[in-house]
């Protein structure tokens, strides 16, 4: 005969205290939690979300950035509206979805071209050699530069008149003609992509470098002994391992890459060929003069960056196999 859990473990038996207390502990646990959270939570709210209320609220009218407090409210007209049978607004503008597109483009790009070299440089300062935290401490130069600084040392150096890299390459023989970079919109892009790879590389590389230092030895010395080849190690042993540390700096680059604003306006400044969401958003609040419709583009950046996070941070929890 079966039994229910109540019938088989009485209310005052030990193992049903021991419940009780372990629940009680946790809640107080979670309100000590809440309470520490609460000033910085507090915070928060006021350091981003009123700014982000305030401009959802400007992208439904018309303000100007000569009179914000005169604007009349137009509802969603900024974002879309049909007059005379022809759609208008941000999300009916072609120049908005080439800057999604440029957008996107250059985050997967370079977020992935970011994780590749920055797995390699980890492993390449994670092995021992002589002089290994003399090149760990160079290696972090490029991410202590401030992105204006580099972005400008760059721009000099891709010059297609005085720049060093047309130098250097028609001095190998690689180029006839000097060439564009920044100014060509088949090679901008690519240009700005390879400037920000350069930077970026050593953040990735430290978060996975941290990984690898935690990472138990007696894996490697079991495989070692068996005679496996070190790659079918890194992919069956070490990618697994440092999986989760992927994750965190995949997010922060992600999050970098799809609000790039000054590596992309210092090198190409307002060109079609690389203006993102940020560059265009800018253009109508401050060139155009168009707080509603620079509001609402500036909305629509928010909308679609938390939407990949959340998309991205879902298929993390199931790679990881923590889903409920």
């Not at 797995?119 to 401490?137: H, P, Q, S, Y």
């Not at 490029?142 to 010059?159: D, F, G, Q, R, Y």
């Not at 109508?284 to 419709?293: C, I, K, M, S």
Request: charged share 15%; glycine share 6%.
């Amino acid at each position: 005969m079966t039994t229910t859990l109540n019938e088989s473990v009485p209310t005052g038996s030990p193992s049903a205290r021991t419940r009780k207390r372990g629940t009680k502990v946790r809640r107080q646990r979670v309100r000590a939690a809440w309470t520490y959270l609460a000033p910085m939570l507090v915070a928060l709210a006021l350091v981003a979300g009123w700014p982000l209320l305030r401009t959802f609220y400007l992208s439904l009218t018309d303000a100007s950035l000569s009179d914000t407090t005169g604007a009349a409210f137009i509802g969603f007209e900024n974002y879309l509206v049909k007059d005379d049978g022809v759609w208008y607004g941000l999300l009916a503008d072609p120049v908005w979805w080439n800057s999604v597109w440029n957008t996107v483009y250059f985050s997967v790009i370079s977020v992935s071209l970011e994780v590749v070299f920055g797995i390699i440089v980890a492993l390449l300062l994670n092995a021992e050699f002589k002089g290994r935290m003399l090149v760990r401490a160079a290696v972090l130069i490029p991410w202590a530069i401030p992105t204006i600084v580099s972005a400008k040392m760059w721009a000099w150096m891709l010059n297609d008149q005085f720049g060093i890299i047309n130098h250097m390459l028609m001095g190998l023989g690689l180029i006839d003609a000097p060439l564009a970079w920044t100014a060509d919109a088949d090679l901008s892009m690519w240009a700005v992509i390879m400037v920000d790879v350069w930077k970026t590389i050593p953040f990735v590389a430290l978060l996975v470098l941290a990984a690898l230092q935690m990472l138990p030895r007696d894996c490697y010395e079991a495989a070692e002994v068996d005679g496996i080849h070190p790659v079918k190690v890194f992919f069956r042993v070490t990618l697994p391992l440092i999986t989760p540390a992927l994750l965190v700096a995949v997010i922060f680059r992600l999050l970098d890459a799809l609000r790039v604003f000054d590596v992309i306006y210092v090198l190409t400044s307002n060109s079609s060929s690389t203006m993102t969401m940020s560059i265009y958003a800018r253009q109508q609040l401050v060139e155009f003069q168009d707080v509603g419709y620079g509001s609402a583009a500036s909305t629509m950046l928010f909308l679609i960056i938390a939407l990949a996070v959340v998309v991205y941070l879902y298929l993390g929890r199931r790679q990881l196999g923590v889903e409920k």
